[in-house]
């Protein structure tokens, strides 16, 4: 299960893995992010972010 | 012109023929006893000594390709950097696991293997101090699908100049130490980052539990689509440790499909307790194995620190505020970023800055990791 993250401009800027609280970016290179794509490809959805202070 | 030389059979030490200076000429000569030069233009080139020792008198320009420079493409070939487990055992499982520095286990079945720096505890061979050892945790016998193996994959901007995928491919030698309780022809790979070329190579343990020095040469790869100079893969190495029909070729040629390791290669998982030691992975332009490119400590870290590296002690004071920390070494790609306790929040990252954010005043380590 993955949820958004969003930065301190309030901009959803990684997906944080939460099976280890691992933060994600949106980056092509990240194997992660791959993963990540892949699990999207499934039909799944991340939690929505909550707004950063 | 025809020149005949008259002279009887002669030994290394009793040449047939003796004497002569460099004089005016150009050419071969014996100064003194047992020694043997050229001279150009009359003036000493080179001279072979009695011990065999060559000395030449103006510059030496060679074709070595493989002697200065980033001669190893892989990064942590002696198994030194292992910043993730810190020499700790791990056990295999169906997601690539990083062991030491760089180098990646997996198995399609989970818990058949355990990998560790220095598993065993025994003697590196001379001139290295630490080895991966693999060690099996069960007989498993290997179906058609199965796959487990140890690999690294080089990036692309560390093999675009071996040319692979052009009619200028270059010729590349795989060196590496090996220790196995089993012996018999084990088997790997190299493969390219689609998975669509692969050429599966084979090399033979002949004595159990003893150190063997192996090299493997690969003709560069002129077809298919190889990554070039870019942040992607290179090149993946596959060390087979049990690797089903489905996944094992032909070695000794290129083949268009996805192939782990050679037809008939040992299954290390096969057996219970075997042991699969291995240091020194060289892998270098050229079709000869040299010496091993062992690199200073300081830089074997800082290469491995583009892949994986931690930032202890992350402090941000005062509390509530924003901290953006500049790593260690600019990272292959953005960073996953793990770590940090409660009121600590990671915004983002990017190859060369974290931004963090912290509401409670304490140390925090995090993890950032770019490894593929």
Known sequence: MYKLIKNSNNEVSCVCRLADMACIPFDPANTDYQVYLAWLAKGNTPLPADTQP | ?????????????????????????????????NQWAVSTNGTQAMLVDASQNVTLSGTLYANLPNTFGFKNRFINGAMVIDQKNAGAAITQTTSRLSVVDRWQIYGSIASKFTAQQNAGAVTPPAGFNNYLGITSSSAYSIAATDIFYLTQWIEGFNFADMSWGTANAQTVTLSFWVRSSLTGTFGGSCVNSAENRSYPFTYSIAVANTWEKKSITIAGDT???????????????????????????????????????????????????????????????????????????????????????????????????????????????????SGGGGGFTIDSASVYVGNFYQTTRAAQTITLSAEF
């Open chain 2, 1 to 33: 012109m025809t020149v005949i030389i008259n002279g009887t059979d002669s030994s290394a030490t009793t040449p047939a023929l003796t004497g002569g200076t460099a004089g005016t000429s150009t050419g071969p000569y014996f100064p003194a006893t």
């Open chain 2, 223 to 337: 077809s298919g689509t190889w990554i070039g100079a870019t942040n992607g893969v290179g090149l993946k190495l596959f060390f087979g440790l049990g690797v089903g029909t489905t996944y094992s070729g032909t070695a000794g040629a290129w083949a268009g499909a996805l192939y782990l390791s050679a037809t008939g290669a040992t299954s290390v998982v096969g057996t219970n307790a075997a042991t699969f030691y291995i240091t020194g992975v060289q892998l270098e332009k050229g079709s000869m194995a040299t010496l091993f490119d062992y690199r200073s400590y300081g830089t074997e870290l800082g290469l491995c620190l583009r892949y994986y590296q931690t930032l202890p002690g992350i402090v941000v004071n005062p509390a509530a505020s924003w901290l953006s920390i500049t790593y260690v070494t600019p990272m292959r790609a953005n960073p996953t970023v």
